[in-house]
């Protein structure tokens, strides 16, 4: 009987084992097939959550949920695509300039302006290095060889990666207007899913994962945007040389949640000691005013409870950056948050649940 009974529990542990490994077997397969379209997925995934609220709008004043997705969608990638070209190619043509005349060693800074000899005399360190590397960017540079070397592999890294990221961009929002068209059963199956993984807790999980999505993509995500947006336009319209660049690192600066003031100081410093007084007093002002709107948008924008750590938040672009190029700065910073959210959600349902 005993002899039996252990056969049995053999016989069932190798049947476990088999299921398991077929079912490891499978997902991996899965997740092989679908590697390449993970991010894109994942994105579209939080795009349709951010703007589920914008499409119940259009979805009363068309009365179809396909119509309302299909509009919703053109209006999307308009919004995105005539910008996002006009910067992509602003900064490419500027930065194959900028190699070209380093390979041919024609880099010319220009020097300081005749205005900054009556700057006080603390900026003079500044004015010096300026000097020199206006006369000669090669001296200039072997000072700072290991610093420059660094920031210079950084910055092809985030070149490189922004068309990518662009069509990437392009892809999640089409897939997100399908998600959105097919929002009903898309939600059910979310909140089954979560009911699976969590138990009676999965419908907290659920609602919390998209308060944070929908808070993290408007009061991060989407004041950065902002910020770049208004820094970039007062960029080309002050005719700031290589203003795509400076509108792309302002971006990047203002998702991590440094700001785009390590941009917009220097080029207004820049603008003063080169161009005309009324020119430079009203990128000034412009500038100071995105700088500040941060203090305005996101308290508006980002929602009570929804607020994760700047640490988080930084950990999660910069992250997602290194990992997986332009998109991934953006991703990056949603998901980090959606799993700190998520963690101190656990954390007090199961206080609850005792």
Avoid at 42 to 55: D, E, K, T
Wanted: charged share 10%; hydrophobic share 55%.
């Amino acid at each position: 009987m005993e002899s039996n009974n252990q056969n049995f529990k053999f016989e069932k542990l190798v049947d476990t084992i088999i299921r398991l490994g077929v079912l490891f077997f499978l997902l991996g397969w899965c997740f092989t097939i679908l590697r390449p379209f993970v991010l894109i997925l994942i994105w579209s995934a939080v795009i349709a959550i951010a703007i589920y609220p914008v499409y119940s709008i259009f979805l009363r004043m068309f009365k179809r949920k396909a119509l309302a997705a299909i509009v919703l969608t053109v209006l999307m990638l308009s919004i995105l695509i005539i910008p996002s070209w006009l910067v992509t190619q602003s900064v490419f043509e500027e930065v194959s300039h900028l190699s070209e005349l380093n390979k041919a060693g024609k880099l010319v800074i220009p020097p300081p302006g005749e205005n900054t000899a009556n700057w006080p005399s603390f900026t003079k360190p500044l004015l010096d290095f300026w000097t020199l590397a206006s006369e000669n960017w090669r001296d200039a540079a072997m000072q700072y060889a290991d610093q420059l070397k660094a920031a210079g592999a950084w910055f092809l890294a985030a070149i490189a990666s922004i068309g990518v990221g662009i069509a990437q961009f392009v892809g999640s929002i089409i897939i997100a207007g399908a998600l959105l068209a097919f929002s009903d059963s898309a939600g059910k199956g979310t909140i089954q899913v979560f009911n699976k993984l969590a138990g009676k807790n999965g419908e907290i999980f659920a609602n919390t994962t998209v308060t944070t999505v929908r808070s993290v993509v408007k009061g991060i995500l989407g004041v950065a945007v902002i910020q770049a947006t208004m820094a970039g336009l007062g960029f080309f319209i002050a005719g700031v040389p290589y203003a795509g660049v400076w509108t792309v690192a302002c971006l990047f600066l203002a998702i991590i949640q440094v700001g785009a003031g390590p941009i917009a100081i220097p080029i207004m410093i820049y603008m003063f000691s080169v161009s005309d007084t009324l020119t430079a007093v009203l990128l000034a002002i412009w500038l100071v005013i995105t700088l500040l709107s941060d203090n305005i948008l996101k308290p508006l924008l980002l929602g009570r409870g929804a607020s994760a750590p700047i640490l988080v938040v930084f950990l999660g672009a910069i992250g997602g950056f290194i990992t997986s190029g332009f998109l991934g700065l953006f991703l990056g910073a949603v998901i980090l948050t959606i799993g700190y959210k998520l963690f101190e959600a656990w954390l007090n349902t199961t206080e609850v649940s005792k």
